[in-house]
């Protein structure tokens, strides 16, 4: 059974509150939202199912992924979504007025947002941890039932 990325996506979306994406039309959202998933992947590397199989252009996993996988995939969006979008200088510019930007210490600037991917790793650890041991599907590889 497949798993469509639209699944992952609803995830990704629950953790970020964005009205950029929102005003976004269809099409360029799932071409970014499928950047950050591809992006994302790359930090979920204790993987039991095959995340690296899937249909582009499908739109799906080629696989059926747990509850607890779409939920680190998710996360692993979000980081990448950082790292792409809230990094970005300009970004940071138009949320705050010429003169808030202007006075805001960017000393402060780089902290939170060395806080906030930190607060999001941590995340990612805590699931995957988690998911590394989840002893069912652990007994279901040794034939147990």
Same mark, same amino acid.
């Not at 059974?1 to 996506?9: D, G, I, R, S």
């Not at 010429?98 to 990612?124: C, F, G, H």
């Given at each position: 059974m497949a798993t469509p990325f639209v699944e992952v996506y609803d995830v990704f979306l629950?953790?970020?509150?964005?009205?950029?994406?929102?005003? $976004?039309?269809?099409?360029?959202?799932?071409?970014?939202l499928s950047q950050w998933l591809f992006g994302? $992947?790359?930090?979920f590397t204790i993987a039991r199912t095959n995340i690296y199989n899937f249909s582009k252009s499908m739109q799906e996993f080629n696989c059926d992924l747990e509850f607890l996988e779409k939920q680190i995939l998710g996360k692993c969006m979000a980081l990448e979504y950082l790292n792409t979008h809230l990094m970005d200088e300009k970004n940071l510019s138009s949320a705050l007025n010429s003169k808030d930007y202007r006075t805001y210490s960017p000393a402060k600037q780089l902290e939170a947002l060395i806080k906030t991917r930190a607060s999001i790793m941590k995340e990612i650890d805590t699931l995957m941890s988690?998911?590394?041991?989840?002893?069912?599907?652990?007994?279901? $590889?040794?034939?147990?039932?």
């Amino acid at each position: 059974m497949a798993t469509p990325f639209v699944e992952v996506y609803d995830v990704f979306l629950s953790n970020i509150h964005s009205y950029k994406l929102a005003e $976004m039309d269809e099409i360029n959202l799932e071409e970014e939202l499928s950047q950050w998933l591809f992006g994302g $992947m790359s930090y979920f590397t204790i993987a039991r199912t095959n995340i690296y199989n899937f249909s582009k252009s499908m739109q799906e996993f080629n696989c059926d992924l747990e509850f607890l996988e779409k939920q680190i995939l998710g996360k692993c969006m979000a980081l990448e979504y950082l790292n792409t979008h809230l990094m970005d200088e300009k970004n940071l510019s138009s949320a705050l007025n010429s003169k808030d930007y202007r006075t805001y210490s960017p000393a402060k600037q780089l902290e939170a947002l060395i806080k906030t991917r930190a607060s999001i790793m941590k995340e990612i650890d805590t699931l995957m941890s988690r998911y590394s041991y989840n002893t069912v599907d652990i007994v279901k $590889m040794f034939g147990g039932s």
